[in-house]
């Protein structure tokens, strides 16, 4: 028996519509990615009781690696500021992988320079850790003189790993939803234009729709599966956290349909006169 | 903060661990005396593959005798002369420092493979490790590794390759778990730090995937612009064990690879 095949127009809405809800689900991340590393660095300085703490990320488009968040009040200067992957403690660490702690930095006075003239901060200590993902390092979190001890252990490294792995699971994340977004754009684009040709339209819309299905299966952490994932995850939250959620979720659910309605009544709108006034 | 489970490859070299480390049963004949003797590294070379060595710095005693770098050309890398040997960040002349303190008459050769340029990293460290291994270094010290798959294969040929020309590879061990090439094959001296002041002490764990724990933490290194630094990690202790490396070298030139690591593990302590 063979499987009906769906028309391509279909195909067409469905792919659209798994790509709005992609989408959907982007922007509505869209600051979290920020705020979780935000929070990672801020936990970093609070715990570490550092001056300063710093994620740094690589940005394949610059070929440099950027300060994305700090935490600390001597870390804000450095937000924005770029540096060359092979630059200082930070380019080390991205290029190597490797985890460094440094102490006596001030014996050098030529250390860091580019980026202690710009930031008017020169550290004494520094923790560097990678941030790692699958395909290897994509950035660096740093942690600038811990207060407590001009000395650093192992254990010091160890554990500025373990906030880095959290940031790396926060990125990660985002960018799986960004390729989501971007397969199905490009699927979208080629559909469109082979449309009009309609010779190899089946064999086209099959490898299309065979993409699709490969990448929505691959793609457990992608776009609609996490937002799954997040409610799923609100079964263990507290009773107030929930509350919050519900009403954020009503207030979302009641701009939906005020929109909705208003789009019925304008387009209803035009034929709508005759009636009053019959 | 105790009760956390860290990604701790160092965890067994760490105080009170090291007691629950295997000791080798002794081989006769085979303690420090015969295995070191007043051997000072001479007759081996050293090659450093890392961020340059700054061949002028008073640590590394005038003992730099080669330097390239490696960088990435329009598809593949390319090797050059280097001149005098510059470090862009100041790790190379760390470990360059610490070698040559531990092994004084050892040649050293810079491999530089941090360049501007991330674009294929792993081409390039494989590039600057297979020159290493055509140069006949006897000791090759990596304190960096690949984390990419797609050089699972590369890095394990050049493994192979260097074991069969009778280079030894010492590599720093990652702190994170997950792929890590050459560092996690067997044919390497892989290493971690432990935190003892003392370069001379240095652990057997039989237990993969790291072998060696080394002095790694607070050392006072070289740094770049002649600088000095107390510096943290386990790309410090894989130079401490590429130095006592390059005496055994010295003293015993014909042996092979697996005979070192046999040495250096039975007379771990």
């Known amino acids: ?278 | 903060m105790s009760d956390l489970t860290l990604p701790a490859w160092s965890e067994p070299f760490i105080g009170d661990n090291r007691s629950d480390l295997t000791r080798l049963r002794p081989i006769p004949g085979l303690d420090r005396a015969s295995v070191f003797g007043d051997a000072d590294g001479t007759g081996v070379r050293v090659a450093i593959i890392d961020s340059g060595v700054e061949g002028a710095h008073p640590d590394v005693g005038g003992r730099l005798v080669a330097s390239v770098r490696v960088e990435m050309g329009e598809e593949d890398p390319i090797v050059s002369d280097d001149g005098e040997g510059q470090d862009v960040v100041g790790h190379g002349t760390a470990c360059a420092g610490i070698i040559h303190a531990l092994a004084p008459a050892a040649e050293i050769i810079s491999v530089r493979v941090l360049g501007p340029d991330n674009r294929g990293k792993g081409a390039v460290f494989a590039a600057g490790l297979e020159w290493a291994i055509e140069q006949g270094a006897s000791v090759v010290n990596l304190s960096l590794s690949s984390r990419s798959d797609a050089f699972f294969d590369v890095f394990h040929e050049l493994a192979d390759r260097a074991y069969f020309a009778n280079v030894l590879l010492v590599c720093a061990a990652n702190n994170v778990p997950g792929p890590s090439y050459p560092s996690l094959f067997a044919s390497v001296v892989s290493v971690a730090a432990h935190d003892l002041a003392d370069p001379w002490a240095w652990f057997y764990n039989p237990n993969p995937p790291v072998e060696f724990g080394a002095r790694g933490v607070d050392v006072e290194v070289a740094w770049k612009g002649g600088g000095r630094m107390v510096a943290t990690g386990n790309s410090f202790a894989a130079p401490h064990i590429a130095g006592l490396a390059a005496l055994i070298r010295s003293r015993h030139p014909d042996i092979s690879p697996f005979e070192v690591k046999t040495m250096l593990a039975a007379t771990a302590g």
């Open chain 1, 1 to 278: 028996m063979t499987p009906r095949r769906p028309s391509p127009a279909a195909v067409e809405r469905l792919l659209a519509a798994i790509a709005l809800r992609a989408e959907a689900a982007r922007r509505l991340e869209g600051s979290g990615v920020g705020a979780v590393l935000r929070s990672v660095v801020e936990a970093t300085v609070a715990l570490f009781e550092a001056e300063a703490s710093s994620i740094a990320l690589f940005d394949p488009a610059t070929g440099r690696l950027v300060f994305e968040v700090a935490a600390g009040e001597k870390g804000q200067p450095v937000v924005g500021l770029s540096i060359a992957p092979d630059q200082g403690i930070a380019g080390y660490v991205f290029t190597t992988g490797q985890a460094l702690a440094l102490s006596d930095v001030e014996h050098d006075p030529r250390f860091g320079r580019e980026v202690a003239a710009k930031t008017a901060f020169l550290p004494r200590s520094i923790i560097a850790v990678p941030l790692l993902d699958e395909r290897g390092t994509i950035g660096v979190l740093e942690v600038l003189d811990k207060r407590t001890s001009a000395a650093l252990s192992l254990r010091d490294v160890e554990l500025a790993a373990v906030f880095a792995r959290q940031a790396s699971v926060a990125i990660r994340a985002s960018r799986v939803e960004r390729d989501l977004a971007t397969l199905l754009a490009s699927t979208l684009r080629e559909l469109a234009a082979d449309a009009a040709d309609a010779a190899d339209n089946r064999a086209t819309i099959e490898a299309l729709v065979a993409r699709a299905v490969a990448s929505l299966g691959e793609g457990e952490d992608a776009g609609p599966w996490r937002l799954a994932d997040l409610v799923a995850r609100l079964r263990d939250a507290d009773p107030a956290q929930v509350g919050l959620v519900t009403e954020l979720l009503e207030v979302l659910e009641r701009r939906a349909v005020r929109s909705a309605r208003a789009r019925r009544v304008a387009r209803g709108g035009r034929a709508a006169p005759a009636a009053p006034e019959a």
